[in-house]
């Protein structure tokens, strides 16, 4: 086991000689929420924060991006961009780590994203185990996402006065012995460590009704429950829910030129499928035109169609979308009436 | 503290090759043909069925279904587009010389070794001719693999039937049969006399025929309302559910399966159709 142990004195000036050489982005206060965020001052990192209004996904998929810049011209040129640079990502919470890791699947697969890919060839991530929930929101104990054993290169965990650092990489060793001052677990900081992670999953409450893995097949036989008019009738397709999910990479592509018209940028955004315009065709047609119908796809997404693309849920547990939601939609009261119209059926 | 830097890195699956437009045909009050070449005048390399996203820089891109067949290459495609959206009105205006971005082809078209020794029977209705026409000349130009080949095809009005030249060249071979209609408006028909033109919907067409239902392929493309009637004839044949194409039409902003805008349900329209089998979508809740 590769475990050093970081005094919490120790982070700060980590992170200042960090700032030498890498964009540093970690959670910060906004108000009385978090965000994560450029670390301009190594003071302002908190790494106790509850959670942040927006996932971690922003550092790796920007809600905004250039793809490409042309010329408009004859002799028109394009030239593909990739924004990217040597970063670190702090303080990243299991269920964020797990997310991160659908996305590497999702811009990996088939036709690799050389933006997203390479942002993510550039960023150390460090985590961070959750030892409290981080609001009533959370299921990430339902979802399997209490903790993480891959997604990052190091990792930290509060053992009080230190953090215990798992050293999961090459590059997250090369971070740790060049800018850290960490010394090697004895023996006691392994048990220490060890009595702190089992102490933890008292304190974290399955908040689904069932097991998560019967998700995907609960969900393919309810394609015409209920619930999604219900949905429909009190979601105000603003599109919050998919903004705010860690795991939700839809995107819209742009054109965008300067006032003479003769060079542009493509740029891309994050786009949801809770907006009216997502799924309608030229011809005015839209395939999934009821708000009913767009809830019932989020939540298909989440439970079942990336579970049937990839090999895992598309939903971590963070509980983002549930605290964001304007009209109280909640993602596990929706799973949960789904099962409970499942065993209900089946009699029980 | 190091800020993000733009790099510049030559691949990317989003940046389209600069195309040039060699020709431009009104076919239709509504519909254009385009002829395109690639730099040096490179195949594109495509199957009959596949789509490019087009680009007109500075107005955006869009998904296209490419109308020429492979064996018809010659370096260069043609792509048939109805201006209807930002990117195919702007398309409209442009001229030959002008100078479209390219990305593609993409997508699964139709499995034509698959095909061979069938009878083919294509259906198409309006626009949906344009992917069908790039199997059916692909057909044509492979005659002698194929069994009998049938075309039922439907638009509004007279004059909105597309590619007039080769309904009349279809119409008077015997190798292929043919029957056309329009919704409409059959007394405007000025076509070729060997060509007659009957008046009512696609279905219409079907009670002229009898097929092999077993040896049979079916093909159909067109407007969303289309699918379901066809569909019933197609079916009341006897045409197995695994021998009946369909080319879907979605909305696409990456081509690649990935922006999320051409889901249909769990399949991906842009990588796991556009041509699907009807068996493949039947319980598809969103396919049609």
Not at chain 1, 168 to 177: I, N, P
Not at chain 2, 43 to 50: A, D, R, S, V, Y
Request: charged residues 25%; contains cysteine; aromatic residues 8%.
């Amino acid at each position: 086991m590769n475990l050093w142990i970081l005094d919490k004195e120790a982070i700060s000036p980590l992170v200042g000689a960090l700032m030498a050489d890498y964009q540093v982005v970690g959670p910060q206060a906004k108000g009385p929420e978090f965000v994560f965020g450029p670390i301009a001052d190594p003071a302002k990192l908190r790494l106790d924060y509850n959670t942040t209004i927006l996932p971690p996904k922003k550092v790796l998929q920007p809600p905004q991006e250039r793809l490409a810049t042309f010329t408009m011209q004859v002799g028109a040129h394009v030239e593909p961009v990739i924004e990217a640079g040597p970063t670190v990502l702090l303080g990243v919470h299991t269920c964020d780590l797990h997310a991160i890791q659908l996305l590497d699947h999702a811009f990996s697969q088939e036709y690799p994203d050389a933006h997203y890919l390479e942002r993510r060839r550039q960023t150390v991530i460090v985590g961070l185990e959750c030892l409290e929930p981080c609001d009533e929101h959370s299921f990430c104990k339902s979802m399997g996402t209490l903790t993480a054993d891959a997604g990052y290169d190091l990792h930290l965990t509060d053992l009080g006065p230190a953090y215990a650092v798992d050293v999961a990489t090459e590059a997250g060793e090369q971070l740790l012995s060049r800018y850290g001052t960490a010394r090697e677990a004895a023996d006691a900081d392994v048990r220490r460590l060890n009595e702190v992670l089992s102490a933890k999953w008292p304190h974290f409450t399955y908040r689904l009704d069932f097991d998560a893995a019967e998700l995907p097949a609960l969900l393919s036989a309810a394609y015409d429950h209920p619930l999604w008019d219900e949905l429909g009738e009190r979601c105000l397709a603003c599109g919050s829910c998919t903004n705010v999910c860690p795991t939700c990479y839809c995107f819209n592509v742009f054109d965008e030129v300067n006032m003479a018209l003769t060079e542009g940028e493509r740029r891309r955004r994050w786009d949801s499928c809770q907006l009216d315009e997502f799924a309608r065709v030229a011809g005015g047609e839209s395939f999934r035109e009821a708000r009913s119908a767009r809830q019932r796809h989020r939540f298909m997404r989440k439970g079942r169609y990336i579970y049937e693309k990839f090999g895992e849920l598309g939903c971590v547990g963070c509980g983002r979308c549930i605290r964001t939601c304007v009209a109280n939609i909640s993602i596990v009261d929706g799973f949960n009436a789904i099962h409970e119209t499942a065993v209900g059926g089946n009699g029980q | 503290m190091t800020t993000s830097t733009s790099t510049r890195l030559s691949t990317s699956i989003y940046t389209p090759e600069i195309a040039r437009l060699v020709n431009v045909e009104q076919m239709t009050e509504l519909e254009k043909l385009f002829t395109i070449e690639l730099p040096d005048g490179r195949n594109l390399g495509h199957e009959p069925g596949q789509f490019v996203m087009l680009s007109v820089l500075g107005v955006g891109e869009a998904p296209i279904s490419i109308t020429s067949s492979p064996s018809r290459s010659n370096g260069a495609f043609k792509l048939c587009v109805r201006r209807v959206g930002d990117v195919t009105n702007a398309l409209h205006t442009m001229q030959p010389g002008d100078q479209v971005g390219i990305r593609g082809p993409f997508g699964h078209g139709f499995p034509i070794e698959k095909m061979r020794g069938k009878d083919m029977l294509f259906a198409p209705g309006g626009l949906g001719l344009v992917p069908l026409r790039s199997l059916i000349n692909q057909v044509l130009d492979e005659r002698g693999f194929f069994g009998r080949v049938i075309i039922l095809y439907g638009a509004k009005r007279p004059a909105e039937l597309l590619f007039r030249d080769e309904l009349d060249e279809w119409v008077t071979r015997d190798d292929v049969e043919c029957h056309f209609t329009v919704d409409c408006d059959a007394d405007m028909w000025d076509g070729d006399q060997a060509m007659t033109c009957n008046e009512g919907v696609i279905t219409t067409l079907f009670p002229l025929i009898t097929v092999d239902p077993r040896n049979t392929v079916a093909i159909t493309c067109g407007p969303p309302i289309m699918y379901r009637f066809v569909l019933m004839e197609l079916l009341g044949k006897g045409i197995p559910e695994t021998q009946i194409y369909l080319s879907l039409e979605r909305r696409m902003k990456c081509g690649v399966g990935k922006c999320g805008h051409c889901q249909i349900n769990g399949l991906y329209c842009c990588q796991d159709g556009p041509v699907f089998t009807y068996a493949q979508i039947k319980g598809v809740e969103e396919a049609l």
